[in-house]
């Protein structure tokens, strides 16, 4: 683990591979990140999230600031629970501008945190010490887990807004009938039209509405086909090549699991 306070213009390769977990907590800032090409303001009390295979850009610092970063290689982790675990926390995948903005008193139990971390790596290492570690790191790990959905609430506002465009983004898409040349909707197609990340957008959306990404395209999907179900003599094949299947088969298939219906039967109730 890092911890470094009054630092300048320092430098790193432009891009790189991590090969670790990468956790970033932001104390004190009192200046600007530059990671990759773009320039960030965190505010104090920021956390990201990094893993292993992922390329990053550089970071560069100006002014004076504190922060922690904590470096864990999945082999520390291998014939723990937490190996397993930890794959499992989608903010791993967030972008730099979805960082965890934390409260004060949220900011005091990530400090205490990392400290008993660093007095546990500062002292001598016994059989106990990754035990410690590992302990204090799926702590850490479920405060960031429970700190999200916080921000998720209480940002509310700009989340809905972005909930609102969701809809637009696939209400669009069906009804100018992409599906034709580009297939069905995927959650990366959605969040790159947002400028987020899939998994940030995935849980904004489990937060919000109870559903992730998928299932709620899913749910749009079924709502598009409903209509042209209800309300036109497409055959069941055009209106799935039409929503984006390459098969009927598929899209009869996955109606049924969300309606209790065949798209036949639907449409029969309707006449």
């Given at each position: 683990?890092?911890?470094?306070?009054?630092?300048?213009?320092?430098?790193?390769?432009?891009?790189?591979?991590?090969?670790?977990?990468?956790?970033?907590?932001?104390?004190?800032n009192?200046?600007?990140?530059?990671?990759?090409?773009?320039?960030?303001?965190f505010?104090?009390?920021?956390?990201?999230?990094?893993?292993?295979?992922?390329?990053?850009?550089?970071?560069?610092?100006?002014?004076?600031?504190?922060?922690?970063?904590?470096?864990?290689?999945?082999?520390?982790?291998?014939?723990?629970?937490?190996?397993?675990?930890?794959?499992?926390?989608?903010?791993?995948?967030?972008?730099?501008?979805?960082?965890?903005?934390?409260?004060?008193?949220e900011?005091?139990?990530?400090?205490?945190?990392?400290?008993?971390?660093?007095?546990?790596?500062?002292?001598?290492?016994?059989?106990?010490?990754?035990?410690?570690?590992?302990?204090?790191?799926?702590?850490?790990?479920?405060?960031?887990?429970r700190?999200?959905?916080?921000?998720?609430?209480?940002?509310?506002?700009?989340?809905?807004?972005?909930?609102?465009?969701?809809?637009?983004?696939?209400?669009?898409?069906?009804?100018?009938?992409?599906?034709?040349?580009?297939?069905?909707?995927?959650?990366?197609?959605?969040?790159?039209?947002?400028?987020?990340?899939?998994?940030?957008?995935?849980?904004?959306?489990?937060?919000?509405?109870?559903?992730?990404?998928?299932?709620?395209?899913?749910?749009?999907?079924?709502?598009?086909?409903?209509?042209k179900?209800?309300?036109?003599?497409?055959?069941?094949?055009?209106?799935?090549?039409?929503?984006?299947?390459?098969?009927?088969?598929?899209?009869?298939?996955?109606?049924?699991a969300?309606?209790?219906?065949?798209?036949?039967?639907?449409?029969?109730?309707?006449?």
């Amino acid at each position: 683990m890092r911890k470094d306070s009054c630092f300048d213009a320092i430098q790193f390769p432009a891009y790189d591979v991590l090969s670790f977990y990468k956790i970033t907590f932001i104390i004190d800032n009192k200046g600007r990140v530059r990671y990759g090409q773009h320039y960030y303001d965190f505010d104090e009390g920021s956390m990201m999230f990094l893993a292993p295979n992922q390329l990053v850009g550089s970071t560069e610092y100006s002014g004076s600031a504190e922060w922690f970063v904590l470096l864990v290689h999945p082999d520390y982790l291998l014939g723990t629970p937490l190996a397993k675990k930890i794959k499992q926390y989608a903010y791993f995948s967030y972008a730099v501008n979805e960082a965890l903005h934390l409260s004060d008193k949220e900011r005091k139990t990530i400090l205490s945190v990392f400290q008993i971390i660093k007095e546990e790596l500062d002292n001598r290492i016994d059989e106990f010490s990754q035990d410690v570690v590992i302990a204090q790191l799926d702590l850490l790990l479920n405060y960031a887990n429970r700190f999200y959905k916080r921000q998720f609430l209480t940002r509310k506002v700009p989340h809905t807004d972005l909930l609102q465009q969701t809809e637009a983004i696939l209400d669009e898409y069906f009804n100018q009938q992409k599906g034709l040349e580009q297939g069905l909707p995927s959650v990366q197609y959605v969040s790159d039209q947002l400028n987020i990340s899939a998994g940030y957008l995935s849980d904004l959306l489990r937060v919000l509405i109870g559903q992730n990404a998928t299932q709620y395209i899913h749910y749009k999907l079924i709502e598009s086909a409903k209509e042209k179900l209800s309300s036109t003599n497409l055959s069941i094949s055009e209106i799935a090549y039409i929503l984006g299947f390459e098969h009927s088969q598929s899209f009869s298939k996955l109606f049924k699991a969300k309606t209790q219906k065949t798209p036949l039967e639907f449409r029969h109730a309707f006449n």
